[in-house]
T-cell receptor, first 114, second 112 residues
């Protein structure tokens, strides 16, 4: 158990809908990362937040947005869902120690878009 | 885009044998990390090696790094059925603000 929690575990929805994925980082970790894992694209970095502020952006679509709240939990919002958005979405957290930073991954949310 | 590429894509070995997988990357790095993922579950951090290190050990794991060849290897000795998983290398660079770039992974199957 990494100490990172994600809800829900599974999500099934229809195209065009909007969903929110939630992540609670490990106690004390200020940095939160979101990743998407799909069969064709592999594990892709989406976005990073540090202490409430966006720090880095990866291959995140404009239909996706995220935020980190004052209690450090984070939410990833996916809108106008398409079939291709079906994937595993992982959240990770880290204490942010620079070049020895280790990320701790949550169990993931499996999103299925029908 | 993915920075690292693992080789082989898949590996099947007998329990007790050693498993070796390689990772090649394209740009200069600050560190390289190996993660394990059991089927459909979260990734588990295994080991981190910094760019100024050449070899690191952790239990049955041995990681090497050759920055001149931009490659790393992960050796799992005396494999067990529980080692069956996908293994990913991930690189972090200062220019990327230490974002991790993951390879496609090596799927290891350990036969009892």
């Amino acid at each position: 158990d990494s100490g990172v929690t994600q809800t829900p575990k599974h999500l099934i929805t229809a195209t065009g809908q909007r969903v929110t994925l939630r992540c609670s980082p490990r106690s004390g970790d200020l940095s939160v990362y979101w990743y998407q894992q799909s069969l064709d694209q592999g594990l892709q970095f989406l976005i990073q937040y540090y202490n409430g502020e966006e720090r880095a952006k990866g291959n995140i679509l404009e239909r996706f947005s995220a935020q980190q709240f004052p209690d450090l939990h984070s939410e990833l919002n996916l809108s106008s869902l398409e079939l291709g958005d079906s994937a595993l979405y992982f959240c990770a957290s880290s204490p942010w120690t620079g070049d020895t930073d280790t990320q701790y991954f949550g169990p993931g949310t499996r999103l299925t878009v029908l | 885009s993915q920075q690292g590429e693992e080789d082989p894509q898949a590996l099947s070995i007998q329990e007790g044998e050693n498993a070796t997988m390689n990772c090649s990357y394209k740009t200069s790095i600050n560190n390289l990390q190996w993660y394990r993922q059991n089927s459909g579950r979260g990734l588990v951090h295994l080991i981190l090696i910094r760019s100024n290190e050449r070899e690191k050990h952790s239990g049955r794991l041995r990681v090497t790094l050759d920055t001149s060849k931009k490659s790393s290897s992960l050796l799992i000795t005396a494999s067990r059925a529980a080692d069956t998983a996908s293994y990913f290398c991930a690189t972090a660079t200062l220019s990327n603000d230490y974002k991790l770039s993951f390879g496609a992974g090596t799927t290891v199957t350990v036969r009892a």
